[in-house]
């Protein structure tokens, strides 16, 4: 198994920039196909970004597309999503997750780290 601690979420003005961080421990990273979603206050949770499976690029919501940008450090064991030109509709709770790479569904979740956006 693999445990996911996601970090770097905060308050931030509209226009501004996060980086959020995603520290794995019990397995390396590279054995799973790592992703961010997120869920907004009433909402269910989205998809925000991820790896596509064979090639390794990156893969976006189009909401984000863009803006956010996905990449990780396998040295690290980490998962990054750095996002940029922050908007309001932005605020919510980020989550990283991970499945094997012949998963269907995700298995492991981190705890989430909130991100608001200040208009």
């Known amino acids: 198994q693999v445990q996911l601690v996601e970090s770097g979420g905060g308050l931030v003005q509209a226009g501004g920039s996060l980086r959020l961080s995603c520290a794995a421990s019990?397995?390396?990273?590279?054995?799973?196909?790592m992703a961010w979603f997120r869920q907004a206050p009433g909402k269910e949770r989205d998809f925000v970004a991820t790896?596509?499976?064979?090639?390794?690029?990156?893969l976006y919501a189009d909401s984000v597309k863009g803006r956010f940008t996905i990449s990780r450090d396998d040295a690290k064991n980490t998962v990054y999503l750095q996002m940029n030109s922050l908007k309001f509709e932005d605020t919510a709770v980020y989550y990283c997750?991970?499945?094997?790479?012949?998963?269907?569904?995700?298995?492991?979740w981190g705890q989430g780290t909130q991100v608001t956006v200040s208009s």
């Open positions: 790896f596509r499976r064979y090639s390794g690029s990156p």
């Open positions: 997750a991970a499945r094997s790479q012949d998963g269907i569904s995700y298995a492991y």
């Open positions: 019990g397995r390396t990273l590279s054995s799973y196909v």
